[in-house]
């Protein structure tokens, strides 16, 4: 067991001046850096905006599932996730393709392409195949995303009756970060 203690340093961000530690099974510190490793732990919301992919735009219905079966409904759910999967892949193949990270591929715009190109991808010769899917990864690569904003806003809410504070005056101009994350990150051992 590894322990990684660390502290941001920025007082625009959450947990600015706190000791956080950061256990982790990477034992070797010249394959897994401990900033690194502090810095990717605090991406790993980002599984949020999956659960959303799969969710919101690629299934887009908001009907349950059609199955009548707990089997069924587990099949189903099942073919979702495969599905969400070879999406992602596909991207990831394309990032590589393009240079880019996968995160700034656009999901939506990969469900679009895969969609629109499943019917010729069956009549295609399979000659043609491979050239037809260098297209679709090149135009996966496309549409890229912007880099994320380095903001962060206050865990305030509207409503009165909620474990966060209640939104106030002095939460519309939050103050913001100067520096990206991976900068106000510092290893103390």
Same mark, same amino acid.
Request: charged share 25%.
């Given at each position: 067991?590894? $322990?990684?203690?660390?502290?941001? #340093?920025?007082?625009?961000?959450?947990?600015?001046?706190?000791?956080?530690?950061? $256990?982790?099974?990477?034992?070797?510190?010249?394959?897994?850096?401990?900033?690194?490793?502090?810095?990717?732990?605090?991406? /790993?919301?980002?599984?949020?905006?999956?659960?959303?992919? +799969?969710?919101? #735009?690629?299934?887009?219905?908001? /009907?349950?599932?059609?199955?009548?079966?707990?089997?069924?409904?587990?099949?189903?759910?099942?073919?979702?996730?495969?599905?969400?999967?070879?999406? /992602?892949?596909?991207?990831?193949?394309? +990032?590589? &393709?393009?240079?880019?990270?996968?995160?700034?591929?656009?999901?939506?715009?990969?469900?679009?392409?895969?969609?629109?190109?499943?019917?010729? +991808?069956?009549?295609?010769?399979? =000659?043609?195949?491979?050239?037809?899917?260098?297209?679709? &990864? #090149?135009?996966?690569?496309?549409?890229?995303?912007?880099?994320?904003?380095?903001?962060?806003?206050?865990? $305030?809410? =509207?409503?009165?009756?909620?474990?966060?504070?209640?939104?106030?005056?002095?939460? /519309? #101009?939050?103050?913001?970060?100067?520096?990206?994350?991976?900068?106000?990150?510092?290893?103390?051992?």
């Amino acid at each position: 067991m590894r $322990v990684i203690e660390y502290t941001i #340093h920025d007082p625009a961000r959450t947990g600015h001046g706190l000791r956080h530690r950061l $256990v982790t099974s990477l034992l070797d510190p010249v394959r897994y850096p401990a900033h690194d490793l502090a810095v990717a732990y605090h991406e /790993r919301w980002e599984v949020e905006i999956t659960i959303d992919e +799969a969710d919101t #735009h690629q299934r887009q219905a908001l /009907r349950p599932f059609r199955s009548r079966t707990p089997l069924g409904v587990l099949q189903e759910f099942y073919g979702l996730l495969l599905a969400h999967y070879l999406i /992602r892949a596909t991207m990831h193949e394309a +990032a590589i &393709l393009a240079e880019v990270a996968p995160d700034r591929l656009s999901f939506v715009h990969s469900v679009r392409i895969l969609r629109s190109a499943a019917f010729p +991808a069956q009549i295609v010769a399979p =000659k043609q195949s491979a050239d037809g899917y260098q297209q679709l &990864l #090149h135009d996966i690569g496309q549409a890229r995303l912007p880099q994320r904003d380095n903001r962060i806003n206050p865990r $305030v809410v =509207k409503r009165k009756m909620s474990n966060f504070a209640l939104k106030r005056e002095e939460h /519309r #101009h939050w103050p913001q970060p100067a520096k990206s994350f991976s900068e106000t990150v510092v290893i103390l051992i």
